[in-house]
């Protein structure tokens, strides 16, 4: 299960840290990532952290201002959003991959609830 929480208002230019709270297994050994979706617009994928150490994904929109973090020893994924734009306004799903060992957050995946994101101008 993932729970995802930190959403919220924030202005052009601020930042916000959304969490992502996993039980009933071992973060440490899945692929960790989010997903967003704009009203209108299609899911996209924001990031992903691999099982191998080094592995993440950024899509190009979010490249240089978030960071996707994780702590294993509280179960929990992090996304460092910083210098938000209006068009980063979505909601924001927390997903991890089924299959132990993989370094991509595709196919088969667990979902969270969303998150509401909302950066005003």
């Known amino acids: 299960q993932l729970q995802a929480s930190g959403g919220g208002l924030v202005q052009a230019g601020g930042s916000l840290r959304l969490s992502c709270e996993v039980s009933?297994?071992?973060?440490?050994?899945?692929?960790i990532g989010w997903f967003r979706q704009a009203p209108g617009k299609e899911r996209e994928r924001v990031s992903c952290?691999?099982?191998?150490?080094?592995?993440?994904y950024y899509a190009d929109s979010v490249k240089g201002r978030f960071t996707i973090l994780k702590d294993n020893a509280k179960n929990t994924a992090y996304l460092q959003m910083s210098s938000l734009k209006p068009e980063d306004t979505a909601i924001y799903y927390c997903?991890?991959?089924?299959?132990?060992?993989?370094?991509?957050?595709?196919?088969?995946?667990?979902w969270g609830q969303g998150t509401q994101v909302t950066v005003s101008s």
């Open positions: 997903v991890a991959g089924r299959r132990p060992g993989r370094d991509d957050c595709s196919g088969d995946l667990h």
């Open positions: 009933g297994f071992t973060l440490d050994y899945y692929p």
């Open positions: 952290m691999g099982y191998s150490v080094g592995t993440t």
